[in-house]
């Protein structure tokens, strides 16, 4: 990382309202901690705690969760820290819809669920280092609930149709905490999730998570470049079910900051090769999360391609990192593949299209565990 914690170069102002899926790497190193364990609600039935009691969920249940205050000084970068919440559920969950506000100064969060016997102790805020807590252990344990789109203070990942994330029964709710204050005022406040939740006869399609990402940026100073991905996921995937590769695409997402100009997302190969899934433009401060009614039928493709543009007026080369570095990143949720991550550790420079410099590299694949 190449910003402090605590205090942040006069480059950060480019980071205003970004907008992009967060780095997946655990809490990174902690800044302040509290054990305060917030509150929840249901819509329907009997409240959820850190108390142990066990929550029953009716059909058709929204279910909300307040985690506890946090303060931000201006300029102020918080990183290191957790947030968790006990379901207490007898029963398996399925999400629909997840809503996210924050008025914290949030610059992005990942949400995972685990099972309630791993990361224990008292639900609120705490230091990863004190649990051991790492994004992709934990993705093994159970899976991705949630992303926010970085800097937003209001988002809503809603799913198409009859189909749904699984929570297991004794599950807990998990997510690291990214903070950043780009004001110059003090900020004072909380973040909460609701979950929407079909009855469990309703669901017709399971969903699970991807991640792609382009690790290998280095955008030199004054200068315009373009960095793209090529993911052939489809034979890790296929050899790791032991199935053809068949993903529907329901969800997707992309994850970039404000040196970007544009986002290009499509599908590798197959009958369906180029078919574009992202075309956006800079950030704006919106979510750009994408629903898929109909899902879009992978089945015969290859995997995905994506790609970044940036211009960088700056007198310093821009790498990947947080702040006022870069990211480019793809995030989703499908059906028919268990979770799989794949990223571009080495890239290569392809010339040029006038005068953007070109830059591309092929994607690494892990494919984990499919949860039942």
């Not at 990214?178 to 909460?192: E, F, R, W, Y």
């Not at 939740?197 to 200068?223: C, G, R, W």
């Not at 890790?236 to 994850?255: E, I």
Request: with cysteine; glycine share 10%; net charge negative.
């Amino acid at each position: 990382m190449r910003i402090s914690p605590t205090s942040l170069p006069g480059r950060l102002a480019l980071t205003a309202f970004v907008l992009a899926l967060p780095a997946v790497t655990g809490c990174h190193e902690s800044s302040s901690e509290d054990s305060s364990t917030g509150s929840s609600s249901s819509s329907s039935g009997s409240s959820s705690s850190s108390s142990g009691s066990t929550t029953t969920f009716p059909p058709s249940q929204q279910l909300t969760h307040v985690f506890p205050m946090q303060t931000v000084a201006p300029g102020q970068e918080i990183l290191g820290l957790c947030r968790s919440w006990t379901l207490n559920n007898e029963e398996d969950l399925w999400v629909n819809t997840v809503e996210f506000q924050q008025d914290q100064a949030s610059h992005h969060s990942n949400f995972v669920y685990v099972p309630d016997t791993a990361y224990t102790g008292p639900d609120g805020i705490w230091t990863a280092t004190s649990r051991n807590y790492d994004f992709y252990t934990a993705v093994g344990m159970g899976g991705v609930l949630f992303a926010q789109s970085t800097q937003v203070l209001s988002q809503v990942q809603a799913f198409p149709g009859p189909s749904a994330i699984r929570v297991p029964a004794h599950s807990r709710v998990i997510s690291d905490i990214h903070l950043l204050n780009i004001t110059p005022d003090t900020v004072t406040g909380d973040a909460q999730i609701t979950l929407d939740m079909l009855p469990a006869a309703d669901v017709q399609t399971k969903l699970s998570a991807f991640h792609m990402e382009y690790d290998a940026l280095n955008i030199p100073a004054h200068s315009s470049a373009k960095f793209t991905a090529t993911c052939p996921v489809a034979a890790s995937v296929a050899a790791s079910t032991g199935s053809p590769f068949g993903l529907q695409l329901y969800y997707a997402m992309p994850h970039y900051h404000t040196f970007a100009t544009g986002f290009l997302a499509s599908i590798l190969g197959g009958p369906k090769a180029g078919l574009s899934l992202i075309d956006v433009g800079a950030l704006d401060g919106e979510t750009r999360g994408v629903p898929y009614d109909p899902p879009i039928d992978m089945t015969g493709a290859d995997g995905f391609t994506f790609s970044c543009q940036y211009t960088n007026n700056g007198t310093y080369d821009v790498v990947w990192g947080f702040g006022g570095e870069e990211m480019c990143e793809l995030f989703g949720f499908a059906a028919a593949t268990p979770f799989f991550q794949a990223s571009v550790g080495t890239g290569t420079a392809e010339g040029a299209s006038g005068t953007v410099q070109l830059f591309g590299g092929n994607c690494s694949t892990t494919v984990f565990a499919a949860s039942p």
